[in-house]
């Protein structure tokens, strides 16, 4: 499983994490709060969490492709949401989780 993890600097971190989850929730499964959250993307599950810092996303999938496509689809959105702030792209930091024998 690989597993890619970025974070965005706001103030408006919680904002932008129950936008995100109410936004997924039309079409996948998703639990959150006010600082923290799950949406169960076709790629893999997406975890987000919101502290005074920014809002802070991993993302998961088996394979390249579908990385990929989790980390269009999470930071697609977030652009939308935070087009008000500054924001060119995310810094995604990958790696993989090997199997357990």
Known sequence: MLTASASF???N???YLQQLCKHFAHKVSVEYDATSGRAEMPTG???LRA???GLHMVVSAPDEAK???AKFVVED???KFA???PFDTLNWSESREEAAA
């Open 9 to 11: 600097e706001t103030a």
């Open 13 to 15: 971190g919680s904002k």
């Open 83 to 85: 087009f008000r702030e």
């Open 45 to 47: 599950p997406a975890l």
């Open 67 to 69: 990385m990929e496509r």
């Open 51 to 53: 502290d005074e810092a």
């Open 77 to 79: 959105h977030l652009k």
